[in-house]
């Protein structure tokens, strides 16, 4: 769990070449050799500063390999293109597809994704400028659900806004930042459960209704970030065995390990202990492009009953930026911190006094001076972790599901014949071990989403 060391400067050279032996690239800390490293003056001032901003310590003399300036170039690309502010500083939340060093041209077309969770929101991000919501649907409730359901602002549609929204939102209230690697998947949006409790036999009752409506909407992955009620061994237990006919009737299942790998027992809850769900765990990358100094999320870690070791990879688990629900006081909440961040100091005071209500902790500071006023404002955006007026960041292993379930449908948009099993042994195989954690909490370790596209299109 330790971090990587930071890199040392080596004396004249452009990189690391301590004693001779094949030099680490200072950034990923892949090898790298000697005439790998660029260093100096072979990079650009704004490759510099990008690079300097994720990697503190690092210094142009130290060099970087070829596929950290390649790849710092793209993300450079992508920030000067959605986000100016972003290019060069270290803040803000960097969003998923740049991060992940996603490929710009796949978007999940064609693909439909299965979202069982406890509830959901037609968010913008997911119906504008086109609906592509095919269906929703409640099996929990006699009558089913229905679409209108999907306007409600209520509690239990928080959770599966959210994940329907990092994998397949196209970031319309953020101008395109902070969208999903599946911009333009269709969504079949399964309810099967609320805020309260999402019971063992619901999710499968939600796998029964993804199978026995497949083919009508062409549905290829089942994103489940919610998990049973207990341990149970897939030999017997129905839910599991959901999760595996899913499978082999040709839907990859993503499913989310549990967060709970910071206690002592830390059990992995069907579906995710299924054998052929491909389970996620949660990657902490700090919020940075370094690609190292990476570390795990306390994410569940197997083994299971079943001695499966699980999760198989991980995908960024916290600093993930997730929409507000609308409607909501968290939403009005929001927008009153991102009004007041933008207000001059001296117009703080009479804000506060119009917005009574919205914000206790801003009332209590109601008649302070407006520079006191202004660091309470930041101090507030800051502990409700809001990004913008409609996004916030948010953690856990239900947001690395979506991630890799989204990575999945580019691949298949690349290569609709994949099956399941083909998806996730690409996954698996072309993720990169993070050296310094044990490989119970992260399997094969972080997913690459370039390099598992490219791995799927090349597939025949
Ligand atoms: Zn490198």
């Known amino acids: 769990m330790a971090h990587a060391p930071r890199p040392r400067p080596a004396s004249g050279e452009a990189a690391s070449t301590v004693g001779g032996a094949t030099p680490l690239c200072p950034v990923c800390r892949r090898r790298a050799g000697a005439a790998d490293l660029l260093g100096g003056s072979g990079l650009t001032d704004d490759l510099v500063r990008l690079v300097t901003a994720n990697m503190p310590g690092w210094q142009p003399e130290l060099g970087l390999c ?59 991000d997911l119906v504008g400028p ?46 395109g930042l902070y969208r999903g690697l599946a911009s333009e998947a269709e969504l079949v949006l399964v309810k099967c459960g609320s805020i309260r409790r999402i019971a063992h036999d619901d999710i499968r009752r939600g796998f029964e209704w993804v199978l026995r409506n497949r083919k009508r909407y062409n549905i290829r992955i089942v994103n489940v970030s919610c998990g049973g009620d207990y341990e149970a061994s897939y030999l017997r237990d129905s839910l599991s065995q959901a999760a595996d006919r899913a499978t082999r009737e040709g839907l990859l299942v993503c499913a989310a390990v549990g967060n709970l790998g910071h206690l002592p027992h830390h059990p992995v809850l069907p579906p995710a202990s ?32 079943d001695g499966l070791q699980k999760p198989e990879v991980i995908a960024p688990g916290i600093w993930v930026a997730a929409p507000i629900l609308p409607g909501t006081p968290t939403a009005r909440q929001a927008h009153l911190l991102m009004q007041l961040a933008a ?20 009332d209590a500071a109601a008649g302070e001076a407006p520079a006191a006023l202004r660091s309470r404002v930041e101090a507030q955006r800051r502990a409700q972790n809001v990004i913008s007026e409609h996004y916030k960041h948010v953690d856990g292993t239900s947001f690395a599901a979506p991630i890799v379930a989204s990575v999945a449908a580019q691949m298949l948009e690349a290569q609709p014949a994949l099956r399941p099993e083909q998806l996730k042994r690409l996954l698996i195989t072309t993720a990169r071990r993070l050296p310094e954690v044990d490989v119970d909490r992260q399997g094969w370790g972080v997913i690459d989403a370039e390099a598992a596209v490219l791995a799927a299109a090349s597939t025949t």
């Open 66 to 124: 070829r596929e950290c300036v390649r790849r710092f170039a793209k993300a450079h690309a992508y920030l000067v293109a959605h986000h100016p502010r972003l290019a060069g500083e270290a803040q803000g939340i960097l969003p998923t597809p740049l991060r992940l060093g996603a490929l710009e041209r796949y978007k999940g077309r064609g693909v439909t994704v299965a979202f069982l969770d406890s509830g959901f929101h037609a968010h913008p």
């Open 130 to 175: 086109r609906d592509r919501i095919l269906r929703y649907v409640d099996v929990t409730s006699p009558r089913g659900g229905r679409r209108e359901d999907l306007e409600q602002p209520e509690e239990s549609a928080w959770h599966g806004m959210m994940t329907s929204v990092v994998a397949c939102g196209n970031g319309r209230l953020s101008g």
């Open 274 to 305: 299924a054998p052929s769900a491909l389970t996620v765990g949660g990657l902490d990358d700090k919020n940075r492009l370094a690609f190292s100094g990476y570390d795990v999320y306390h994410s569940s870690y197997g083994p299971t009953v």
């Open 343 to 362: 207000a001059k100091e001296e117009e703080l005071p009479r804000l506060l006094s119009e917005n009574r209500g919205i914000d206790p902790q801003l």
